[in-house]
């Protein structure tokens, strides 16, 4: 049975090492923090440490370290810091009450006695007056310090210069001190505990003495109320316990990260890891975000914890609720083609496996560049003479850099999106998805504020309501001001002086023979408002302009009533479907565009080009536009036939119900070749080379009715909303290339779309009810002056490439030019004709054999078998010349079907 220690004998665990001859050590916790007590080595005196001047008290000095001082300090701290110890109590010092005894290390007095091993070791002296030599126990201290006078131990080895520190209490440059330990890990023991997260601490080697705070997180505090008493915060005490007990002068690495207010601020590891990761876990501290951004050693790490606190509702989070919303997992996460970006923040997507399904995204946590209160900084020069519309996008600073970054980095790529919160409807704007997206394993957002075209949103302490990466992007706005880019930067912002000349006609005027002559001019496509009509920026000359599409005619998409009236108007059949097309094509992309002309609204006209692809031939081939005849004489004419071909074989999108021609051959066969040429005007060329033609003869005659039918529009406007269209009445139509009224024929009626025929010229062309009039009887007299034809014995090659070059020469031959036509025959109501040159008298059909672009076909009528002989002979001159067709020898031979050809 063990006996009970005396009641001199007092245990408790070491907390501190005052001084190589004092300690202070901390008994049985009670229901609070554990009493303390400061216990003194007896018969020995240490060397004294260094102290710093008390800045609030007036004389106080500096002092240095007496030699060997801090070696006893240490010899203590290493032997005893956390260890349990017992001491016996000797005596206690009237009125200051400092007790002095004798420590033994382990639970009783049989461990090693730690004033024998200070002497032992030649660092602390005994004090000779209080010696007794009667007592063996001090009679042994005697012996201790002889053994280390003779060995030379400690202070009795003579170098003393060599054992005092040369302290640095104070840091002179906070900012540069930091910059220069470059995040590096320093080791350290750790002075002070301020508060559970504030400790000051000496590095070393250099003895730099420094106070840091802990950064990424806030524990309770200790304040100062108005009668200059310290009023401790809820779990102040305890969080400071928690943290000095296992920091206080222990060995730690301290990352300096960065400095707030002259403070340092920085990351104390401990062996058995970061302090504040634990302080977090036990609910002892928050995380805090003004420093969350600068944490080098996970800061991951230190979220998990608080998130572990506040599950278990652990201490300051006895109250917690939590503020996040909830989020259906199937709607979580998601990917997208990203074929918008809203100024700097948002983003529109394209969901997958969708045509038609797009969804819109903020990036989370990040805030895009704001206009300046005064709304007057950044404006261009004249601002101030007047009210101007406001152009966010080039006004404020850094919006277009940020709209730019995303663009250039982000459209038409598929990128992953998790969302990681919900912004409920408030204040008039609509619910917002708040989520973080990336690209390649890289957070947009992150790159975002890198560059410092973001910053980061702070919130209150309990919203939760935040970025799964909103440390990450703190760090990056740290490296952002740190480097002084975009919004960070001490430079003046870029200001981003743009014309704006859509719909403006003078600046359109002045602008269009520059963008005539680039020929191909990059831009980028800013807004789409239907399939054919886009506003463009162009870098070139830093303007915006409304630029029209050429050669189809597109169905409009839903829109407003024009000049202010309220309501929309409806889409027109396919025109939402062109639209997408159109923005899912172009919509901020960069494209090429060639400016042909520019229309009476100051609107600019001509072809648009992305990634090589000629928008209208997309359109038309998607049947989503159809093939306009001003198209006749560009380059591109050929490709939209082909287009539109295509579109009405599959049957898709304006062909849906498209049928092929039937013509049923009528042949009417004359007793003898009848010549009786007459001079016409060919003024349309169609598919299979048919072309409508004017007789020369009738032409002043209806230039007299084409006058006459303008001045009777102009004297007599029709009234909007009078007419009613009916297929096959004849009206009087505007074309929509000149604006001029003529005589025409309704051939389709769909809601407010008409198809219209335009009897005098051979054209056709979509218009609106609107452009249309009813045909005051006195302009039906004159009957309808153009008439359908066909060249007569020839035929098309059946080759699609062959035949569109026949079709070419044919169109440059003839069209807007005199002939001489004399009609051969006719079969399912189309006149065949042969033409002359008036000029060479050449026929056109055997000039085109000739060269080998068309056929000779083998007709059996005898009164044309002169003029069949003739193409026939120009046949075979084309075949042994080999030119065009025949370029690869004869092929219509026996295998002529192999080849696809027939005659």
């Known amino acids: 049975m063990t006996t009970a ?52 008290m007036e004389g106080s000095m500096e002092t240095k370290d007496e030699p060997f001082a801090w070696e006893a300090r240490e010899y203590v701290r290493e032997k005893l810091i956390g260890k349990e110890v017992c001491f016996t109590i000797e005596y206690k010092v009237p009125g200051s009450g400092r007790e002095y005894g004798c420590v033994y290390l382990g639970k009783d007095t049989s461990g090693e006695n730690l004033t024998e091993a200070l002497v032992r070791e030649g660092l602390v002296e005994l004090r000779s007056g209080g010696i007794r030599a009667d007592d063996a126990d ?13 060995s030379g131990k400690g202070k009795w080895g003579g170098k003393d210069s060599e054992h005092v520190r040369d302290i640095k209490w104070i840091v002179e440059n906070p900012r540069n001190f930091v910059d220069s330990q470059n995040g590096k890990e320093i080791d350290a023991i750790i002075e002070h505990v301020r508060d559970g997260c504030t400790v000051r601490a000496f590095l070393l080697p250099s003895f730099q003495y420094v106070t840091v705070m802990l950064s990424g997180i806030r524990c309770p505090m200790f304040k100062t109320d108005d009668d200059g008493k310290q009023v401790a915060e809820k779990f102040a005490e305890e969080a400071k316990f928690f943290t000095e007990s296992r920091l206080l002068q222990r060995e730690v690495k301290i990352i300096l990260e960065t400095v707030s207010n002259q403070n340092l601020v920085g990351s104390v590891i401990h062996p058995n890891g970061n302090i504040a990761e634990l302080l977090l876990r036990e609910g002892f501290a928050r995380c805090v975000d003004w420093s969350m951004g600068v944490v080098s050693q996970g800061a991951d790490k230190l979220r998990a914890a608080e998130k572990i606190a506040k599950e278990k509702k652990l201490r300051i989070w006895k109250d917690y609720k939590p503020s996040v919303q909830t989020i259906d997992i199937k709607d979580k996460t998601f990917s997208g083609k990203v074929v918008e970006v809203v100024n700097g923040d948002s983003l529109v997507l394209k969901l997958p496996d969708s045509s038609s399904k797009f969804k819109k995204i903020f990036l989370a946590s990040i805030r895009p560049p704001r206009q300046v209160a005064d709304g007057t900084e950044n404006q261009p020069p004249g601002s101030r003479d007047g009210p101007r519309r406001s152009r966010p996008l080039y006004d404020i600073p850094y919006m277009f850099e940020a709209r730019e970054f995303l663009r250039k980095k982000l459209i038409g790529k598929k990128v992953n999106v998790q969302v990681d919160y919900i912004q409920p409807p408030s204040q008039g704007f609509p619910e917002k998805i708040c989520a973080t997206v990336s690209l390649g ?24 309501q935040r970025s799964a990466h909103y440390d990450e992007l703190l760090a990056a706005e740290t490296r952002a001001q740190k480097k002084g880019v975009g919004l960070h930067s001490k430079k003046e912002a870029p200001i981003h002086r ?44 830093t303007c915006l302009i409304t630029f029209l599409v050429s050669g189809i005619d597109c169905p409009r998409g839903a829109r ?54 000629n928008l209208s031939v997309s359109l038309v081939q998607e049947g989503l536009a159809k093939v306009h005849f001003t198209a006749e004489r560009s380059s591109h004419y050929q490709a939209l036939l082909n287009a539109e071909s295509s579109a009405q074989t599959k049957k898709i999108g304006l062909w849906s119900n498209y049928e092929e021609p039937k013509t049923v051959e009528e042949v009417e066969e004359p007793v003898e070749r009848n010549i009786t040429y007459k001079t016409v005007v060919i003024t349309e060329v169609q598919e299979n080379m048919r072309f409508y033609a004017q007789n020369v003869d009738n032409g002043p005659q209806l230039d007299k009715l084409m006058e006459q039918l303008r001045q009777e529009m102009e004297t007599n406007p029709p009234i909007p909303g009078a007419y009613s269209p009916r297929k096959n009445d004849q009206c009087a139509a505007k074309f929509s290339q000149d604006d001029q009224w003529y005589r025409a024929k309704i051939e389709k009626v769909e809601g407010t779309k008409v198809t219209v025929f335009f009897i005098d010229f051979g054209n056709r062309e979509v218009t609106q009810v609107s452009n249309l009039a009813a045909l005051p009887s006195s302009f039906q007299t004159l009957s309808p002056q153009v008439t359908e034809y066909s060249l007569a014995c020839c035929l098309l090659p059946e080759d699609e490439e062959a035949k569109n070059d026949a079709i070419d020469m044919f169109y440059n031959d003839v069209l807007n030019k005199q002939l001489q036509l004399n009609v051969e025959y006719k079969t399912g109501g189309i006149k065949h004709v042969t033409m002359l040159f ?28 002169k003029l069949v002989n003739d193409y026939q002979k120009a046949q075979e001159k084309a075949k042994s010349s080999r030119v065009n067709l025949w370029r690869y020898g004869d092929f219509t031979g026996d295998d002529a079907k192999e080849f696809g050809y027939q005659i």
């Open 838 to 865: 008036p000029d060479t008298k050449d026929d056109v059909a055997q000039s085109l054999i000739t060269n080998g672009y068309l056929l000779a076909e083998l007709r059996k009528e005898k009164r044309l078998s």
């Open 560 to 613: 407003p009533v024009p000049r202010g009236g309220e309501g929309t108007l409806p889409a027109e059949p396919f025109g939402e479907e062109a639209l997408l097309l159109t923005k899912e094509l172009c919509l901020q992309r960069e494209v090429e565009v060639e400016v042909e002309a520019m229309d009476k609204g100051g609107n600019f006209i001509g072809w648009l080009f992305v990634d090589g692809v």
């Open 5 to 56: 220690p005396p009641p001199a004998v007092v245990r408790g665990i070491v907390k501190q090492a005052l001084s190589g001859d004092a300690i202070v050590v901390r008994g049985q916790p009670k229901g609070g923090p554990p009493p303390e007590r400061t216990v003194c080595f007896s018969n020995v005196t240490a060397p004294r440490l260094a102290r710093r001047a008390n800045p609030n």
């Open 441 to 464: 394993g890289i957070n947009v957002a992150e790159a975002l504020v890198s560059k410092g075209l973001a910053t980061v949103i702070r919130y209150r302490q309990d919203d939760d």
């Open 138 to 150: 001090q009679s042994k201290l005697v012996q201790a310090e002889e053994g280390a006078k003779t």
């Open 498 to 541: 743009v014309a704006d000349i859509s719909g403006d006609v003078p600046k359109a005027k002045q602008f269009l023979p520059f963008l005539q002559r680039a020929g191909r001019s990059e831009a980028v496509v800013e807004f789409v408002a239907s399939g054919s009509r886009l506003r463009l920026y162009i870098p070139r000359e």
